[in-house]
């Protein structure tokens, strides 16, 4: 795969998203792929950095390093200096991060994507047994995916809208896209100083281990349950801490790097995804299962022993309902969830299975980090209006038909009972 060119790397990495339809083994197989390209030329990188802002490369920029900081498989990026015209007020430095496309990438993912699509056809009409992976919506989804990679716009529009989200947050940052220096080839950004969350996971009990965790999973918490725009590529490569001086009292930040993938439930999905947390928080596990049946908008007929599915997961749930918040592991249930999800072949939507594989992997990260670690603790920090933000439990109540009520209402319950909770333990 890695040989095979730009599209099929990315095709595997953004498999290891949805282990509903391929096992853990294989999907570990898949997170080793590598970037496995060199570095576009840098006459390429002056050409269309002149090419999308109409500029001389030399009147744009006063230094710019030539050896890339990073090189993937869609684009490499640069440190550079901008000359004073071009400096932004907030950024009188001009320090700046520069993401440039392969153009040779470009044009080859095209022709790999309709052969990708080509083959799914093939599979899905002529191999029976793999028609309840949906190769074709699977192969339309992948495809969408990497036309948001192609376009650099898209990933600074996330990255506004990041930035609006967290603005009463200054300890969680998103780099800044330097408009009008962003076009679809090329994107000029505010560069980011920090140290990658994978040196602190290597430190065991360090010191600024716990805080980093919290931050982090109050941070993407929030993201899930208060804005639904949910950063989607989130390993410890694209989360950066900047740590602070405790003596000075300047406090640690972190940066969440590489925004151009996102997930967002739409009102569908979301109204089922709240219908199903609310089961499972209840310790429902049948009526989690059967609402996963009943809703899907996959091929129902591909599913197998749907009873023997429904018991399973009652049982799962069960289990896991009668330890403390504390002592459950969120992303091991939701790990043995898309397990039978996989056993049984129950279609599970694109974003909702990347929404899952998120709340994996960030607790992941946070457990390594602080081991004790309860995401429960996190949930009424991450729902707590910020200045301007309309405060859950003032929504109106006669529209609690719309799911965006819903899960306000819902929102708003577990917020009181985690208060109360809290409030009552201190009493005690």
């Not at 330890?323 to 694109?350: A, C, D, M, Q, W």
């Amino acid at each position: 795969m890695e040989t095979a060119g730009p599209a099929f790397i990315k095709l595997g990495q953004w498999l290891t998203t949805r282990p509903d339809y391929f096992p853990p083994q294989l999907c570990d197989v898949f997170k080793k792929l590598q970037d496995n390209v060199h570095p576009h030329p840098f006459s390429q990188t002056r050409r269309s950095i002149e090419e999308a802002f109409s500029v001389p490369f030399h009147e744009l920029f006063e230094e710019f390093e030539l050896t890339p900081l990073g090189v993937g498989c869609v684009a490499q990026v640069y440190k550079a200096t901008l000359r004073p015209p071009y400096r932004p007020k907030e950024n009188p430095s001009g320090k700046v991060a520069v993401k440039v496309l392969h153009q040779r990438a470009v044009s080859s993912i095209d022709r790999d994507l309709r052969l990708m699509t080509f083959v799914a056809n093939v599979v899905n009409t002529l191999v029976p047994p793999l028609r309840w992976m949906g190769a074709k919506t699977v192969a339309n989804n992948f495809a969408e995916f990497m036309v948001t990679q192609l376009d650099l716009t898209h990933e600074a529009a996330n990255m506004t809208k990041f930035r609006e989200n967290f603005k009463a947050r200054p300890r969680v940052k998103f780099a800044t896209p330097y408009y009008p220096l962003v076009s679809q080839n090329v994107l000029v950004e505010s560069f980011e100083e920090g140290v990658s969350v994978a040196k602190f996971m290597e430190v065991k009990d360090g010191p600024w281990n716990h805080e980093i965790a919290n931050l982090g999973l109050s941070s993407f918490l929030r993201m899930v349950l208060r804005h639904n725009f949910v950063h989607a590529d989130l390993h410890p490569g694209n989360i950066f801490v900047q740590v602070g001086d405790k003596q000075a009292g300047l406090p640690l930040n972190l940066v969440f790097l590489d925004c151009g993938l996102v997930s967002q439930l739409n009102d569908v999905d979301l109204e089922n995804f709240v219908a199903l947390f609310m089961a499972v928080k209840d310790g429902n596990g049948q009526k989690a299962a059967e609402l996963m049946v009943e809703r899907t908008t996959g091929d129902k007929s591909q599913m197998v022993d749907v009873p023997g599915f429904v018991k399973e997961m009652s049982e799962l749930v069960r289990k896991n309902h009668n330890f403390k918040p504390g002592e459950v592991y969120i992303g091991n249930v939701l790990s043995s969830v898309l397990s039978l999800v996989r056993k049984h072949r129950v279609p599970l939507e694109t974003n909702t299975s990347n929404l899952i594989m998120g709340i994996i992997v960030v607790e992941g990260i946070g457990r390594q980090l602080n081991p004790k670690i309860n995401i429960f603790e996190f949930v009424a920090d991450a729902l707590k209006p910020d200045p301007g933000e309309e405060p859950i439990s003032r929504l109106p109540i006669d529209e609690l038909d719309t799911w965006t009520n819903r899960l306000a209402l819902f929102a708003y319950n577990t917020y009181h009972k985690v208060v109360m909770t809290v409030k009552g333990d201190a009493e005690q």
